[in-house]
């Protein structure tokens, strides 16, 4: 999958985390994971999805796991991020 920077509304270029949420917006899948992004285009430490509930820590640069996932009867505040 490649991912494309392109310019919004001449505000500058979308981070990966931005280009990534745009793309997963698009796509209007019932269950599809959407990134969730800082408002300085990282990603958000604590990635959740919203359909199944489990959530984990990412890099904040990269949107990559840097735990294992806790599913929603777990407990959030155990997760480091």
């Known amino acids: 999958m490649a991912i494309f920077m392109c310019q919004v509304n001449g ?6 985390c931005q280009a990534e949420r745009q793309q997963a917006l698009n796509l209007h899948v019932i ?3 959407i990134p969730q992004c800082q408002p300085d ?5 604590r990635q959740c999805h919203g359909s199944t509930g489990y ?3 990412v890099d904040t640069n990269t949107g990559v796991a840097i735990s294992e996932p806790v ?11």
């Open 71 to 81: 599913g929603p009867t777990g407990d959030l505040g155990k997760l480091p991020c």
């Open 11 to 16: 505000q500058g270029f979308l981070t990966k």
């Open 41 to 45: 285009g990282s990603y958000s430490p």
């Open 55 to 57: 959530c984990v820590c």
């Open 31 to 33: 269950g599809n994971f």
